[in-house]
């Protein structure tokens, strides 16, 4: 099984990060992105794509997130952690990168769906303090619901270093 790295860092996504994100994303996404996406999203203006990877070689990728910024608010479009990687702490960073730039851009809310078979990440959330909204019917290619969950940035302001 390999490694985590001692020390990973967060940074933006670039055309060289594809292959191991894809790799990430096949390990898991019932609909998964292919490359065309990560590469549109890369260049839409008010999308951010960032990686996590080990500072040693730069080269190693445990995880992704893409969210994007707009008036109304942040949403989380997509995040994972490779499989060998997960329940290590991964997604939580991932996720408090995108609480703390919502916190430092004054943008008043973060929103994203998930599927309400998605445990896991449910959880995350959940720690990250976001709450379900609503439910979105028959959102998925398979019929399954989506659960809608909301932080808002002002509950956050005192926690996020
Ligand atoms: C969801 C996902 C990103 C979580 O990443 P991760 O690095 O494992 O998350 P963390 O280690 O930071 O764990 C965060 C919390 O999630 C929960 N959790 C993580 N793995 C879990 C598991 N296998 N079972 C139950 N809860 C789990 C725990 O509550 C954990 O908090 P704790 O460590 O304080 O107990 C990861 O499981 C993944 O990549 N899943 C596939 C992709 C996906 O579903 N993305 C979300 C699309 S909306």
Known sequence: MPLLAQTQSLRPMT???LDLVLKIESQWAPEAWRREHFIEEMNRPYAHCFVMTDDETDAEVFGYIVFWAQAEGLSILNVA?????RNM???TRLVQHVIRHAVHEDYPRIVLEVRESNAEAIALYKKCGFKKTHERRQFYQNG???LVLEVKTSEHQ????
Request: hydrophobic share 40%.
């Open 144 to 146: 399954e619901t989506a």
């Open 81 to 85: 952690v490779d499989q060998h990687f």
């Open 15 to 17: 055309l060289d990060d």
């Open 158 to 161: 005192a926690g996020v270093q």
């Open 89 to 91: 702490g991964i997604g």
